[in-house]
């Protein structure tokens, strides 16, 4: 089944303490993006990539890494989480570039104490 | 910087009416416009979408129309239904460029 596969799905956990959540899919697919979800505030992008070794800045970038490694990988880093970054975080990907159909993961729920 | 604008934030329609909501972008240089739904706890998944080249698209009962002189773009919905119940996201996209920016998503409720 196609699919993106996000972990966790759920994690509490304290400030400054480093946090990986993994992203993979297997579709093949050159592009990935990492988003994150705030009552309001809709869909934000954090970090895309475009294939693998190429990374770059979305729109809320801060407080964020990622690499890619290989196509179908695309892990998001939080270094020293702080509270702010509390939210519903979503992995996508899709074919080529952004200006396809984005493949969602289910979603991964963080709460920074 | 580049921005989307969604409107309204909800939307309460009875069942079998029709329900809209509308977008508008802000760098004229976008070409994709998709449309995600969002259901409760759930992942937000393409429902239409559009390109610059064209100026409406339909599948069923959803309609998207987009109009590049005034930058915005709508999602029509006819003969609504329970199942339609979600929060709808609008996007806007430069193909090459991949940035992806998100309008801030509009909550639909069918009432019975």
């Known amino acids: 089944e196609a699919q993106v596969t996000q972990n966790p799905r759920y994690l509490i956990t304290v400030t400054g303490k480093k946090l990986t959540v993994t992203c993979s899919q297997n579709?093949?697919?050159?592009?990935m993006s990492w988003y994150r979800q705030d009552p309001g505030l809709g869909l934000r992008q954090i970090y895309y990539?475009?294939?693998?070794?190429?990374?770059d800045k979305g729109d809320v970038p801060e407080g964020y890494k990622v690499s890619r490694k290989e196509k179908r990988n695309f892990p998001l880093i939080l270094e020293s989480p702080s509270p702010n970054q509390t939210s519903l975080y979503f992995c996508?990907?899709?074919?080529?570039?952004?200006?396809?159909?984005?493949?969602f993961g289910a979603g991964s729920r963080l709460t920074v104490l | 910087g580049e921005n989307v604008e969604q409107h309204p934030s909800t939307l309460s329609v009875q069942e079998g009416d029709s329900a809209v909501i509308k977008c508008t972008y802000s760098?004229?240089?976008?070409?994709?416009f998709p449309w995600y739904k969002q259901e409760l706890g759930k992942r937000p998944q393409l429902i239409i979408d559009?390109?610059?080249?064209?100026g409406e698209k339909k599948d069923q009962r959803i309609a998207v129309t987009l109009n590049k002189t005034a930058k915005h773009f709508s999602l029509h919905i006819t003969e609504t239904q329970p199942e339609d119940s979600a929060v709808y996201f609008c996007?806007?996209?430069?193909?090459?460029?991949?940035?992806?920016?998100f309008g801030s998503g509009t909550r639909l409720s069918i009432r019975p």
């Open positions: 996508a990907s899709s074919f080529l570039t952004g200006a396809n159909v984005l493949t």
């Open positions: 579709m093949n697919h050159e592009y």
């Open positions: 990539s475009m294939n693998v070794e190429v990374t």
């Open positions: 760098d004229s240089a976008s070409n994709y």
């Open positions: 559009i390109r610059s080249n064209v």
């Open positions: 996007a806007a996209s430069k193909g090459s460029a991949s940035k992806i920016i």
